[in-house]
Structure formats: structure tokens, C-alpha cells
Nanobody, 117 residues
Framework: QVHLKESGGGLVQAGGSLRLSCAAS????????MGWYRQAPGKQRELVAT???????NYADSVKGRFTITRDNAKNTMTLQMNSLKPEDTAVYYC???????????WGQGTQVTVSS
């Protein structure tokens, strides 16, 4: 069983920065895609960024140039550096891990990010 836990959420002013972290525990395999998703009140959950085990990132258009996703396979951790935050970035952010072989998803409990104007 894989367990994911996010940390680093909080309240920040527009234009500020936050760094989210995700720690994975339990059975872990390197051939996975990890990513960050977010869900704002009244909206669908959306993909923010993904990163392969080889370190290849992919970003939603809304965060390109502002967010950076990284992972450390040796430490089983993933981060999301968020710069130039906007009020529309306010959401619960979820850590995700997807097995490359069967596309099974594992999710963290989420961490709240609130950006004030």
C-alpha cells in the first residue's frame, strides 16, 4: 500500500511564494508518474503539473512559468515550487502517484493553499 502526504500549504499574499512537498511511504516503485492536482470550491479537480520518474515535467497552461515540479526518487519525495501566486491559485492541492504499468492512482489527503489579494 502506498501512502502520500502533502505539506507546505498555507496563506500567502498575491505575488508571494509557497513550496509544497509530498512524501511517499510504503511500497514504492520508480516507474511512476507523480503530479499535483488542485480543486477550488465549486470547481472540478484539475491537473497542475506532472513529472515522470526520469524527471520530465508537464505543466498546465495556467501555471507555466510560475510553478516548478521536482522529484527525488532516492528520498521518495516530490515538490511544487509556486511563485507569483495569484488568488485564482487558491485551492486544495493534492499529491498524486500513478503507476506506469496499470495507471492506478494514489492520492494524498490534500493541503490548503490560500492566496489573498
Amino acid at each position: 500500500q502506498v501512502h502520500l502526504k502533502e505539506s507546505g500549504g498555507g496563506l500567502v499574499q498575491a505575488g508571494g511564494s509557497l513550496r509544497l512537498s509530498c512524501a511517499a511511504s510504503g511500497s514504492f516503485f520508480t516507474m511512476t508518474v507523480m503530479g499535483w492536482y488542485r480543486q477550488a470550491p465549486g470547481k472540478q479537480r484539475e491537473l497542475v503539473a506532472t513529472i515522470t520518474s526520469a524527471g520530465s515535467p508537464n505543466y498546465a497552461d495556467s501555471v507555466k512559468g510560475r510553478f516548478t515540479i521536482t522529484r527525488d526518487n532516492a528520498k521518495n519525495t516530490m515538490t511544487l515550487q509556486m511563485n507569483s501566486l495569484k488568488p485564482e491559485d487558491t485551492a486544495v492541492y493534492y499529491c498524486n502517484r500513478r503507476n506506469a504499468w496499470d495507471h492506478r492512482d494514489y492520492w494524498g489527503q490534500g493541503t490548503q493553499v490560500t492566496v489573498s489579494s
